[in-house]
């Protein structure tokens, strides 16, 4: 590399690291715009309908979520990457049909749990080495392992769902309680996981190298990044997300079930992108993914409460979310 | 600060079309402030036309009953994630009574056993639920009958002939399709399997029941019985039979009793539709549903009817001729 060449990088590289670090510290103000949505929502609905701002509804809201967000979660490392996962749907159903069948043919439950959770986590990990070592673009790799999840899973069920499950299965389905509250567990673990990643995100130099790796991926090389571990790094753990998805969806459902999660994909980046991360990576916050999965089940929640009609409520998402796009691509020119 | 203009103006711009969706949709309807019966009517799809079908009835019968009715569905077939949320969402909202078409028999019971333990009663229609109990009441097409009566006429029919039945079914594991391909085998006869020389799938879809049927004649092209699960997946067939240069030569036996399938037996098309009546089983669940929102008791099963309509009657198996069916048809 010749002197100007390195001294552009690294010039490069001090700027990015100072947006970088700015922009994840606090969780930054990016999360302001979502979270203010939320609220606004929120009052709107409460208003509108008597039963809205009850604990039960909220809680409702929350298991009703749980499965998405937590997905949503995996998909936001990776669309900080610059990438993209339509396989984490897939992957997690996979997942759950593994865990339910073999703990139905007598597996003990925390084997079963233990082998499906090894199970997403590989399939992210294979996700993530055909990203990094092939070369090949994440849509098209992981468009390519949805179908040969989706199919496995049919296989492996003889595509009926899985049903009574040991209850050990079961837990992230159930409520505690916690001095007077029901409190219910999938939500919590739901929240655990989004602690945990956006701590990773903005307290480790790991997390440092998701957002350059995403932002300008030659600055990263520059920096000494080893792109491959990183990118291989990022989708196993993602993938190892949603394997707690799968236990979530086990929870909430009961049964083993082959078909579901199919729009689970397009519901995570849905959450991710309303949440204000970055299509095009390098910017965002996982905490803006929680919200933006959040404001997608309370926009549902809220309609339905108040009578209006389920296709508005879908109509309505997709408004929001291009509207949520546009204003990350007018705040992305403005630099 | 640019940046908080930039995003309090976009937040402008969400709530103004949120409300605008709110303002073309007609605003929100009666809530359960007002004293009305609130029912919740979920169906698998928006789209198929069985259901469809029933939209209209039950809306009428609501309004005519002075009840709300709240309609909502899956995304896709087999979505059982959305309506246990609608289920959870009808409770949050004091329904009165829920009818539930569930997309995944087993899937769908948590969120039932939620409403009866408050109280609410559930009417599951057309599919049952896993265990079938979990209801407070069913209203269905008996699918077993159904099955029975095209098994029947098709053994009648087939005198003289060695059968060589192909099966098109629809999404294994499905009651409705356990239940219709069972009846069919056994009022075929206690030997039918032996028959069988090809069981394809088909998600009941048209296209689906094309691409089977085609791959099963290329494997046994001496195929002269086709059971299918409904009339998306006969049509399916017949299309291709008759690419195939064999239509008359090939039996299709289906049921729905949708108006497409009524007249491709009026065109010779196919040879047998069994119908269900939707309408009735909407009229039914509301009928049913805000009965026992008042607190009355309501029959645990309510058959909503099967009968097999065809050209070529076969003795002692019952029929309705084709005008009868077209009286009766949906969609």
């Known amino acids: 590399m010749s002197r100007p060449q390195a001294a552009r990088g690294r010039e490069a590289l001090r700027g990015l690291r100072d947006r970088v670090s700015g922009a994840s510290r606090f969780g930054g103000i990016p999360i302001l715009g979502p979270l203010a949505g939320l609220v606004l929502l929120s009052a709107a609905f409460s208003v509108l309908s008597p039963v809205f701002l009850t604990p039960a509804n909220f809680s409702q809201v929350f298991q009703q979520v749980m499965e998405v967000c937590t997905l949503a979660v995996g998909q936001t490392l990776i669309m900080l990457a610059a990438g993209i996962d339509l396989s984490n749907g897939g992957i997690m159903v996979f997942g759950s049909v593994v865990m339910a069948k073999m703990a139905v043919q007598g597996t003990p439950v925390p084997l079963a749990i233990l082998i499906g959770l090894a199970l997403t986590t590989a399939l992210g990990l294979v996700n993530g080495f055909v990203v990094a070592r092939v070369r090949l673009p994440p849509f098209i790799v992981t468009l390519g392992m949805l179908n040969i999840v989706y199919a496995s899973t049919l296989l492996y069920t003889g595509e009926a769902a899985v049903q009574n499950l040991p209850p050990g299965l079961l837990f992230l389905g159930t409520t505690i309680t916690l001095g007077h509250a029901r409190v219910p567990v999938g939500p919590l673990v739901m929240i655990a996981v989004v602690m945990i990643v956006w701590y990773a995100l903005t307290h480790t130099a790991w997390g440092r190298h998701v957002y350059v790796v995403g932002d300008n991926i030659e600055a990263a090389r520059v920096a000494g990044i080893n792109i491959t571990r990183q990118l291989i790094s990022i989708y196993t753990i993602a993938g190892f997300i949603y394997g707690i998805a799968a236990l979530l969806v086990l929870g909430r459902t009961t049964v083993g079930d082959p078909q579901a999660g199919q729009t689970d994909n397009l519901d995570s980046i849905t959450a991710v992108v309303i949440g204000g991360t970055s299509l095009f990576g390098g910017r965002g916050n996982v905490l803006g993914t929680l919200i933006g999965a959040l404001i997608v089940g309370i926009i549902r929640n809220g309609l339905t409460l108040i009578g209006v009609d389920a296709l508005w409520q879908t109509f309505a998402t997709g408004v929001i979310v291009v509207v949520a796009a546009a204003v990350d691509q007018a705040t992305r020119r403005r630099r | ?331």
């Open chain 2, 1 to 331: 600060m640019r940046s908080m203009v930039r995003y309090a103006r976009t937040l402008a711009i969400v709530l103004l079309v949120l409300v605008g969706a709110l303002l073309v949709s007609g605003g929100p309807r009666a809530n359960a402030a007002t004293g009305k019966i609130v029912i919740g009517y979920i169906v698998k799809t928006l789209t198929n036309p069985f259901f469809v079908a029933m939209r209209p009835v039950a809306e009428a019968e609501a309004a005519k009953l002075g009840a709300t009715l709240i309609y909502s569905a899956g995304k896709y077939d087999g979505d059982n994630a959305t309506q246990l949320s609608a289920i959870d969402d009808l409770i949050t909202r004091n329904a009165g009574a829920i009818v539930v078409i569930p997309n995944l028999s087993s899937g769908i019971v948590p969120a039932v056993r939620r409403a009866t333990a408050k109280g609410i009663a559930v009417l599951a229609v057309d599919t049952a639920t896993d265990p079938p109990d979990a209801v407070t009441s069913f209203i269905a097409t008996d699918n077993y009958q159904a099955g029975l009566l095209n098994g029947l006429w098709a053994r009648k029919a087939m005198v003289g002939q060695r059968p060589v039945i192909a099966l098109l079914e629809g999404t294994p594991g499905s009651e409705v399709n356990t239940d219709r391909m069972q009846g069919f085998l056994n009022g075929f006869g206690l030997d039918s399997k032996k028959f069988v020389v090809s069981d394809l799938v088909t998600n009941g879809d048209q296209g689906k029941g094309q691409t089977a049927m085609e791959n099963a004649l290329t494997a046994h092209s001496d195929i002269n019985l086709v059971w299918t699960v409904n009339e998306p997946a006969a049509l399916g067939a017949a299309t291709a039979v008759k690419a195939h240069g064999l239509a008359g030569k090939i039996k299709i036996v289906s049921m729905d009793g949708g108006c497409r399938g009524i007249k491709g037996v009026q065109d010779g098309v196919i040879d047998t539709d069994v119908m269900q009546f939707p309408r009735m089983m909407a009229k039914l669940g509301v009928d049913y549903g805000v009965q026992a929102a008042q607190g009355k008791k309501i029959p645990a099963r309510i058959d909503t009817g099967e009968v097999l309509v065809t050209k070529a009657a076969q003795p002692y198996v019952p029929f309705s001729p084709v005008s009868f069916g077209l009286a009766n048809c949906w969609g």
